[in-house]
């Protein structure tokens, strides 16, 4: 794929997560949350998320590689060099960072995603904001 092929697919994912953004101001009741849980256990960060069919899902960027486990359901997933997948329980995702990708839920499902702790940070919030990142990695500059 080339830079230009893998842009117009970002551009195409950014209009999608924007729309929904759009349909949720204009309408509150279109938003869905499925606050994940959290687990923190010898040196990882585990979190689970429970997302119900019907449900249109845009993933955060990780900053680093993880794993993640689809444990229940099944799931249309198209990521941002153009594969698009069905994944359906039990799988595993070796998830690259910088990745991004859009969820089309057909069952409801259960997924989970396991990221390495070395520093044993328990707070949900200050550990995504480790690896979480706003914008794609080859765009951020000097983070």
């Known amino acids: 794929m080339n830079v230009m092929q893998k842009k117009a697919i970002r551009n195409w994912i950014g209009s999608v997560e924007d ?12 938003e869905v949350v499925m606050p994940p849980q959290h687990h923190v256990w010898g040196g990882m960060f585990v ?4 997302m ?24 249309e ?30 069952t409801d499902s259960r997924w989970m995603t396991v ?8 707070d949900a919030d200050e550990f995504e904001k480790h690896i979480i ?3 794609h990695l080859d765009l951020l500059e000097g983070e």
């Not at 729309?19 to 279109?30: F, I, L, R, T, W």
């Not at 198209?78 to 089309?104: H, N, Q, W």
């Open 77 to 106: 997933v198209i990521d941002e060099f153009g594969s698009a997948e069905v994944y359906t329980a039990p799988s595993l995702i070796k998830t690259p960072a910088g990745m991004k990708r859009i969820l089309r839920i057909k």
């Open 19 to 30: 729309g929904m953004k759009e349909a949720v101001e204009k309408n509150p009741d279109n």
């Open 133 to 135: 990142s706003p914008t």
């Open 52 to 75: 119900p069919a019907g449900a249109v899902i845009v993933s955060k960027i990780h900053k680093v590689d993880h794993l993640t486990f689809v444990l229940e359901g099944e799931a």
């Open 47 to 50: 979190r689970e998320l429970f």
């Open 115 to 122: 990221h390495l702790n070395p520093d044993g940070i328990e």
